[in-house]
């Protein structure tokens, strides 16, 4: 399995603003995911970081809202624009796993967003 | 396309006694299927998963779930509750043609005294 940290854990924000949460993974991997898991709810994917193009955004997500960023195979960024308390939620970074496990998906610890 | 249906958004039981949490799923292909827990303030667990080998899967902490492809189920069991099973569970489809994983609504567990 890969071992993924994630950074702020939590943080709280004024309406407006914008927050950079970073993800980095202890290995090289192929797909990178990020998630949102609004207040008692299930976890809804937001895209998937490509290395070296453009993330590829689900239905109700766009590239201005949350840009994304994948310089190599270890690391990535979501940056959470423009936030409104709508966007208070839990962000997730996940992979795929590395050989034995590339059917699983490890998840990251979470950044813990408030929008006031 | 994938879905996964929780049929009980909360489940308590007293501590000692079996846990049941149902999942029930639909995809077009022969698929993949996952159960997560996760804690109170914590990230996502990967309990265990079935893909496509021994019908009856064995994870961590005493979980088990068995894949039922004629009732499209795969409903998480463990023999005996433990307090710190107290969380939230989620059931993940994923097709073997496809990469997206479908989550579904998760199954709070409280385990009482």
């Known amino acids: 399995s890969a071992v993924i940290s994630q950074k702020p854990s939590r943080d709280i924000c004024q309406r407006g603003t914008s927050l950079t949460i970073q993800c980095q993974v202890d290995?090289?991997?192929?797909?990178m995911f990020w998630y949102r898991q609004q207040p008692g709810q299930s976890l809804t994917l937001i895209a998937t970081a490509n290395q070296g193009s453009e993330a590829t955004y689900e239905s109700g997500f766009v590239i201005d809202k949350f840009p994304i960023s994948r310089p190599n195979l270890t690391f990535s960024t979501l940056t959470v624009s423009n936030m409104s308390p709508e966007d208070s939620s839990i962000y997730l970074c996940s992979v795929l796993g590395t050989s034995g496990s590339l059917d699983t998906q490890y998840f990251g610890p979470g950044t813990r967003l408030t929008v006031l | 396309a994938q879905s996964v249906t929780q049929l009980d958004s909360h489940v308590s039981v007293s501590e000692g006694t079996p846990v049941l949490l149902r999942c029930n799923y639909s995809?077009?292909?022969?698929?993949?299927l996952f159960w997560y827990v996760q804690h109170p303030n914590k990230g996502l667990q990967l309990l265990l998963k079935y893909t496509s080998a021994a019908t009856l899967v064995k994870g961590i902490n005493g979980f088990e779930a068995e894949f039922k492809k004629s009732e499209t189920s795969f409903h998480l069991t463990k023999p005996s509750a433990h307090m710190s099973d107290a969380a939230e569970y989620f059931c993940?489809?994923?097709?073997?043609?496809?990469?997206?994983?479908?989550f579904g609504p998760g199954t709070r567990l409280s385990v009482l005294p």
């Open positions: 290995s090289q991997v192929t797909m």
């Open positions: 995809s077009s292909y022969s698929p993949s």
């Open positions: 993940v489809v994923r097709d073997n043609y496809g990469q997206n994983f479908v």
